[in-house]
């Protein structure tokens, strides 16, 4: 069965203070495995995507990794405006669909 | 592009009565994506369309609901009757390959709230 799991749920950083987002899966037939984000109120945004392990990309303060199993989402010197939902999915060759973990929540403090 | 366009933002109504969100897609983009989300599930996917003929509509949770795309640029999602369970945001998404292959990119949601 196709599953995304994301660690931890919830983290609080200080601003400056670099940490990393988990993202596990399983999946029949990886077809891309995708990072979004989410502010309040508003849909997920597109953040990356990366289709092999090895593969890396970045994007100001964030670079996302990825192995045959995970995925990192690392954010280096966040500031309180990277404070949102960050939610990991993966295209599933099976289905072709994308599923969904359950989202990080990062509060970053001034 | 104005990208993929949601309404209404807001909706309330009591149980039993008829719903209907409406959805305009990027244009250009083939595939269209109907997903609700939750505290308790996060984010699920209900139906998609591929150039407005549903291809998996496996994620409908009822016959309550049901989605139309009559053309390229504009979907409805329908939930008759409703039920306070049904009270979700619901996003639409659209991609231009399917999902496995390319980003879906989410219109600003529908908060509905059954009474």
């Known amino acids: 069965e196709d599953q995304v799991t994301q660690s931890p749920e919830a983290l609080r950083l200080q601003e400056g203070e670099s940490s990393s987002l988990n993202c596990s899966y399983t999946?029949?037939?990886?077809?891309?495995l995708f990072w979004y984000r989410q502010d309040p109120g508003k849909g997920p945004e597109f953040l990356f995507t990366?289709?092999?392990a090895g593969e890396e990309k970045e994007k100001e303060r964030l670079k996302a990794t990825l192995t045959k199993k995970e995925s990192f989402l690392h954010i280096t010197a966040p500031k309180p405006e990277d404070s949102a939902t960050y939610l990991c999915a993966v295209g599933s060759g099976n289905t072709g669909k994308l599923i969904f973990g359950q989202g990080t929540t990062l509060q970053v403090k001034p | 592009d104005a990208g993929v366009i949601q309404s209404p933002r807001h909706e309330v109504t009591e149980m039993g009565q008829e719903v209907t969100l409406r959805c305009k897609p990027i244009?250009?983009?083939?595939?269209l994506f109907w997903y609700r989300q939750t505290m308790m599930r996060g984010l699920e996917l209900l139906i998609y369309f591929n150039n407005n003929v549903p291809i998996d509509d496996s994620g409908m949770p009822e016959d309550r609901f049901s989605a139309k795309m009559p053309n390229a640029s504009f979907s409805t999602l329908k939930i008759q009757p409703s039920e306070p369970r049904d009270s979700a945001v619901y996003f639409c998404?659209?991609?231009?390959?399917?999902?496995?292959?390319?980003?879906?990119?989410f219109g600003p949601g529908t908060r509905l709230t059954v009474l």
């Open positions: 999946v029949s037939g990886l077809r891309g």
């Open positions: 990366l289709y092999s």
């Open positions: 998404a659209s991609s231009l390959v399917l999902a496995g292959y390319n980003e879906q990119f």
């Open positions: 244009s250009g983009h083939d595939y």
